[in-house]
């Protein structure tokens, strides 16, 4: 009975980060620090969940790497899907998209341009308004650096987990700012985040995974030289 009561005392003063990769031990501060950094130096990222802005709320379905990024956006019950290869974006949507974007005017204030649309990718001019809005979602440096600040003063929270991988939580002013779930196993990288305000929840995974990034066929694209048709 004493042997079981010691191994059992010897237990209850286990080091929790025994076996992780010692950032749960370091001062919330340098945990952030090492977090962001980590996703900063990262090639690739999958980030999905929801964002909140402006009153708006997006689904984010988007695999993210230097040189661009694709995946999906959903808001306002209409999904499209986003492709940036260097500089060039792409967007690309079904017929019921491009009409209800412009519901005064019909599809474009043209009865066909809806039909011609479907399924294609519509390269969107540099130079158009919609460009910078729907590039930052494509963009992985802009993109996490928006997502991953913390507001107010950054605590440590509780060890937890996210898809299956240890965590330990920072939180901005008791959650009210955000909370991050930083991975307690191999690379420090951010693996969950909830934003300040309610403004969305998201998981960040396959860091460092690549994908295939590449131009779509000329056959299934449409160019509509320095301006998207008034949306």
């Known amino acids: 009975m004493c042997t ?6 010897a237990a209850c003063g286990d080091d929790p980060d025994a076996g992780t990769n010692g950032v749960g031990k370091l001062e919330p501060a340098k945990i952030q ?3 962001v950094k980590a996703a900063r130096g990262a ?3 999958h980030v999905a969940g929801t964002v909140v802005s402006s009153g708006r709320t997006y689904k984010l379905d988007m695999r993210l790497k230097d040189e661009g990024g694709s995946g ?3 808001t306002a019950g209409s999904t499209f899907r986003l492709l940036r290869v260097g500089e060039h974006l792409y967007l690309k949507a079904d017929s019921d998209f491009w009409t209800h974007s412009d519901d005064d005017q019909g599809a474009h204030g043209e009865g066909d341009a809806a039909g011609k649309l479907d399924g294609k990718y519509v390269k969107v001019p540099a130079g158009d308004p919609s460009y910078k809005r729907l590039s930052t979602f494509t963009d992985k440096e802009v ?3 928006g997502l991953l600040t913390l507001h107010g003063t950054v605590e440590k929270g509780d060890r937890r987990s996210s ?3 240890r965590t330990i939580a920072l939180t901005g002013d008791q959650g009210a700012g955000g909370t991050l779930d930083v991975s307690l196993e191999g690379t420090a990288y951010p693996m969950r985040l909830e934003r300040a305000g309610g403004a969305g929840t998201l998981q960040l995974t396959e860091w460092g995974r ?7 066929e000329s056959g299934d694209t449409v160019d509509y030289g320095k301006a998207l048709p008034a949306s």
């Open 43 to 45: 090639d690739a990222v």
């Open 4 to 9: 079981g009561l010691a191994a059992g005392l």
């Open 143 to 145: 993109l996490l650096d």
């Open 210 to 216: 690549d994908f295939a990034l590449q131009e779509p």
């Open 33 to 35: 620090s090492r977090t």
């Open 72 to 74: 999906s956006v959903t």
């Open 163 to 165: 898809g299956g991988v």
